[in-house]
């Protein structure tokens, strides 16, 4: 149901752009979370957005780098990642849920994840 992509190799001060591609007709309805997981590290919340897309919230480790947003149209979200730095290297993934939230158990189904690793 959400499939998530474009991770990568990139040197810390660069960035990227993952998108979370979404099938069948839950997403228009659905609040969108990314989360990452570092090895060894529990899953942490990254940022999330709201169905209509008028709300975002970010963890306080990416503020101010990273950018949600969602294009109901196409059934895609997106995270901008710049300014990367090597601790945000992790397996990122996305994740539907019905209310919303930081907590990866308020999210009902989720995605493969896409792999980022930011070098020195």
């Known amino acids: 149901q959400l499939q998530a992509s474009g991770g990568g190799l990139v040197q810390a001060g660069g960035s990227l752009r993952l998108s979370c591609a979404a099938s069948g007709r839950t997403f228009s309805s659905s609040y969108i979370g990314w989360f990452r997981q570092a090895p060894g590290m529990e899953r942490e919340f990254v940022a999330g957005i709201s169905r209509s897309g008028r709300g975002t919230s970010y963890a306080n480790s990416v503020k101010g780098r990273f950018t949600i947003s969602r294009d109901n149209t196409w059934n895609t979200v997106f995270l901008q990642m710049n300014s990367l730095k090597p601790e945000d290297t992790a397996l990122y993934s996305c994740?539907?849920?019905?209310?919303?939230?930081?907590?990866?158990?308020?999210?009902?189904?989720w995605g493969q994840g896409t792999q980022v690793t930011v070098s020195s």
């Open positions: 994740a539907g849920s019905e209310v919303g939230g930081s907590r990866w158990y308020e999210y009902a189904y």
